[in-house]
């Protein structure tokens, strides 16, 4: 019984861990881009063939210059997810889903008389 236990919680920190693995698109394959959350077929194609026409990618400037519907919003979502340029996720991005970049600023309550 502990046994079977044991088994099981290695097996599910092992899923748990290829859930929000980090993948860089300057050393990926198709397959670990389609594993990113909001990276599809058509859109690992374009940074495949970016990346093999105009060499790696310096940095995330650089990437979503280069791979075409790849923008500002888009590139914090795939950061979010796991994808990362040159070991980096983009700046001021969480890297666990679920965290806020930037803690959300209270409005101020004015009392009225």
Known sequence: MLKKLFQITAMSIVTMSMAFAQVDVNKADKAALDS????GSSTSKRILDER????????????EKRVKGIGGKSAVKLSTAGLQVNGQSKSNVPTK?????????????????
């Not at 990113?36 to 990276?39: E, Q």
Request: without cysteine.
């Open 52 to 63: 093999t026409k105009g060499g790696n990618f310096k940095d995330w400037p650089d990437f």
């Open 36 to 39: 990113v959350k909001g990276v």
């Open 97 to 113: 889903p679920g965290v806020k970049a930037e803690p959300k600023k209270e409005a101020v309550k004015v009392p009225v008389k």
